[in-house]
């Protein structure tokens, strides 16, 4: 089992950056990737951005160049950078890990961009 929690939603203008935190715990020595999910009003969750093990990255095209995602191992922690925030943006976020095959998610935090 593992299990995750998100920190580090709230509301900005648009423009400014918000940094997301999602701390692992329980059998983190299985965990293959790592990502985050977004689903805005009215809309399917989609993805944001994930990181493998191994450091290999991947975005959403529409946040290539403005949002970040890394991670540190030493505090089980993933971490997404947003900047340039667009009010688009809007959405609640989820961290998402893949362990032995089996999907877990964190219960989630709002972000709102003002415009």
């Known amino acids: 089992q593992v299990q995750l929690v998100e920190s580090g939603g709230g509301l900005v203008q648009a423009g400014g950056s918000l940094r997301l935190s999602c701390a692992a715990s329980?059998?983190?020595?299985?965990?293959?990737?790592m990502g985050w999910y977004r689903q805005g009003p009215g809309n399917q969750r989609e993805m944001v951005a994930r990181i493998t093990n191994g450091g290999s990255t991947n975005y959403a095209d529409s946040v290539k160049g403005r949002f970040i995602i890394s991670r540190d191992n030493t505090k089980n922690t993933v971490y997404l950078q947003m900047n340039s925030l667009k009010p688009e943006d809007t959405a609640v976020y989820y961290c998402?890990?893949?362990?032995?095959?089996?999907?877990?998610w964190g219960q989630g935090t709002q972000v709102t961009v003002s415009s």
């Open positions: 998402r890990a893949v362990a032995n095959g089996r999907l877990y």
């Open positions: 329980g059998d983190i020595v299985s965990i293959n990737v």
